[in-house]
């Protein structure tokens, strides 16, 4: 077992590229770390990491190491509840994410309900406006909305997100309610990056009478965010237009809050995908936790 242990801690020290990360992630002595990784380098009589006083990375022979220890600790799980039937047994630490809206609206309000089905695990949830990797960050899964690009990575669809044009009544009341796209040129859109600095997006549609094409309008804004909170809030102070996923502002809309406006015109639907590192096993806990957020996920989409 205490070969599994290292390999656990070499995994986390490459997934972080920081000895220190590691063991503040593990909560061991730095030392520790040290020590568990020269231990398997002796073993198996290869260098596997590359250390500088900034930065650690793999060797060719570390990468392949790394890729076999995981998929040699994922089928160390599974053996162990092998012949527990019982959803309950499930254990150990799940580390996800997720776009911050779905953690916030969905996921977190009844992630107690699952829990209390499986007390054993330890989650971790992630949510970031940023994208995140999956592999050096050390996530078991990762909920991603749009076209996804990395191709070493398996999806399993969850479904569609639905997006509507949105303004405050605030808004409505001082500048007016666009009727057609010509009319945005006297409206303001509120600009989101993912970084500051960047070029903000203009405002985009998906023409009915052009189904695989996408529009696109200039818009001005005086105000820019880079995180979905924030482009939130910003539209209900009536900062002005947003462009944003349906089920983050059904309770906005249905209060009154928001507007929707221009709906002929919505953004085309964004799958919605779970996607996790290939290996060979996926280990049932992360298994089990994409079918139930899959499952609570299928009321929210429409």
Same mark, same amino acid.
């Given at each position: 077992?205490?070969?599994?242990?290292?390999?656990?801690?070499?995994?986390?020290?490459?997934?972080?590229?920081?000895?220190?990360?590691?063991?503040?992630?593990?909560?061991?002595?730095?030392?520790?770390?040290?020590?568990?990784?020269?231990?398997?380098?002796?073993?198996?009589?290869?260098?596997?990491?590359?250390?500088?006083?900034?930065?650690?990375?793999?060797?060719?022979?570390?990468?392949?190491?790394?890729?076999?220890?995981?998929?040699?600790?994922?089928?160390?799980?599974?053996?162990?509840?092998?012949?527990?039937?019982?959803?309950?047994?499930?254990?150990?630490?799940?580390?996800?994410?997720?776009?911050?809206?779905?953690?916030?609206?969905?996921?977190?309000?009844?992630?107690?309900?699952?829990?209390?089905?499986?007390?054993?695990?330890?989650?971790?949830?992630?949510?970031?406006?940023?994208?995140?990797?999956?592999?050096?960050?050390?996530?078991?899964?990762?909920?991603?909305?749009?076209?996804?690009?990395?191709?070493? @990575? =398996?999806? #399993?669809?969850?479904?569609?997100?639905?997006?509507?044009?949105?303004? %405050?009544?605030? /808004? !409505?009341? *001082?500048?007016?309610?666009?009727?057609?796209?010509?009319?945005?040129?006297?409206?303001?859109?509120?600009?989101?990056?993912?970084?500051?600095?960047?070029?903000?997006?203009?405002?985009?549609?998906?023409?009915?009478?052009?189904?695989?094409?996408?529009?696109?309008?200039?818009?001005?804004?005086?105000?820019?965010?880079?995180?979905?909170?924030?482009?939130?809030?910003?539209?209900?102070?009536?900062?002005?237009?947003?462009?944003?996923?349906?089920?983050?502002?059904?309770?906005?809309?249905?209060?009154?809050? @928001? =507007?929707? #406006?221009?709906?002929?015109?919505?953004?085309?639907?964004?799958?919605? %995908?779970?996607? /996790? !590192?290939? *290996?060979?096993?996926?280990?049932?806990?992360?298994?089990?936790?994409?079918?139930?957020?899959?499952?609570?996920?299928?009321?929210?989409?429409?």
């Amino acid at each position: 077992m205490k070969e599994l242990d290292a390999m656990q801690i070499f995994i986390r020290v490459a997934e972080l590229a920081s000895f220190t990360a590691a063991a503040d992630s593990l909560r061991l002595p730095k030392s520790s770390v040290s020590t568990a990784i020269q231990q398997l380098e002796e073993m198996l009589d290869t260098r596997l990491l590359h250390r500088t006083t900034r930065r650690v990375s793999m060797t060719p022979d570390g990468q392949v190491f790394y890729e076999r220890s995981k998929d040699l600790l994922a089928d160390m799980d599974d053996l162990r509840t092998l012949f527990r039937h019982e959803q309950s047994q499930l254990q150990g630490r799940l580390r996800v994410d997720m776009p911050l809206a779905v953690a916030r609206d969905v996921v977190l309000p009844r992630l107690s309900e699952f829990l209390q089905q499986h007390p054993a695990l330890n989650i971790e949830v992630c949510s970031t406006d940023r994208r995140v990797d999956l592999v050096r960050e050390g996530f078991d899964c990762v909920l991603r909305a749009g076209h996804l690009g990395d191709s070493n @990575l =398996i999806a #399993v669809p969850v479904g569609q997100y639905y997006n509507v044009n949105c303004i %405050s009544a605030g /808004y !409505a009341a *001082r500048f007016g309610i666009p009727q057609t796209l010509d009319d945005l040129a006297g409206h303001r859109l509120v600009h989101y990056v993912v970084e500051l600095g960047g070029r903000p997006d203009d405002f985009e549609y998906h023409d009915p009478a052009l189904p695989q094409q996408t529009g696109y309008v200039p818009m001005a804004g005086a105000v820019t965010v880079n995180n979905s909170e924030a482009y939130l809030s910003a539209c209900l102070a009536g900062l002005g237009i947003i462009q944003t996923p349906l089920t983050g502002v059904k309770s906005y809309l249905a209060s009154g809050a @928001l =507007i929707e #406006v221009l709906p002929e015109f919505r953004l085309a639907p964004m799958p919605l %995908s779970f996607v /996790y !590192a290939n *290996r060979r096993h996926l280990p049932r806990r992360v298994r089990v936790f994409m079918d139930w957020v899959r499952e609570i996920m299928g009321e929210k989409l429409l």
